[in-house]
C-alpha cells in the first residue's frame, strides 16, 4: 500500500471477532437491487472491499477476490471503498 492513503495493509490491521464471523447459511442476495460487478483488471487486490463487507460477500482466492452473490445484498460499500473504482454497481436483473 502506498504511503499517504491514511490506510494499513491488511497485514497490519488488528484481528477482531468480525474475521471469525461466518455468513454461511444466512443468505441474503436474494433481495438486492443492485449488484457489484469486479473488474479483476482494475482491481490492485487491496483488500479493502474484503475488510468492508459487512456480509462477508468478498472473498479471496490465489491472490485475486471475488463476489460471492448468495451472501451480498447489494450495499455498495466495496465499491465505495475501492480506490481503484474497480468495482461498479449494476441493476440486478431478475
Known amino acids: 500500500m502506498k504511503k499517504g492513503y491514511g490506510t494499513k495493509s491488511l497485514e497490519e490491521l488488528p484481528l477482531t471477532a468480525i474475521s471469525f464471523m461466518t455468513t454461511e ?6 433481495w438486492r437491487s443492485q449488484r457489484p460487478v469486479l473488474d479483476s483488471e482494475k482491481c490492485n487486490r487491496c483488500g479493502l472491499c474484503w475488510m468492508y463487507c459487512p456480509d462477508q460477500a468478498i472473498r479471496t482466492r490465489e491472490n485475486s477476490y471475488w ?5 451480498c445484498k447489494g450495499c455498495g460499500i466495496c465499491a ?3 480506490p481503484k473504482g474497480a ?8
Open 80 to 82: 465505495t471503498e475501492c
Open 87 to 94: 468495482i461498479l454497481l449494476v441493476v440486478e436483473e431478475r
Open 67 to 71: 463476489i460471492s452473490y448468495e451472501y
Open 25 to 30: 447459511g444466512n443468505e441474503t442476495g436474494e
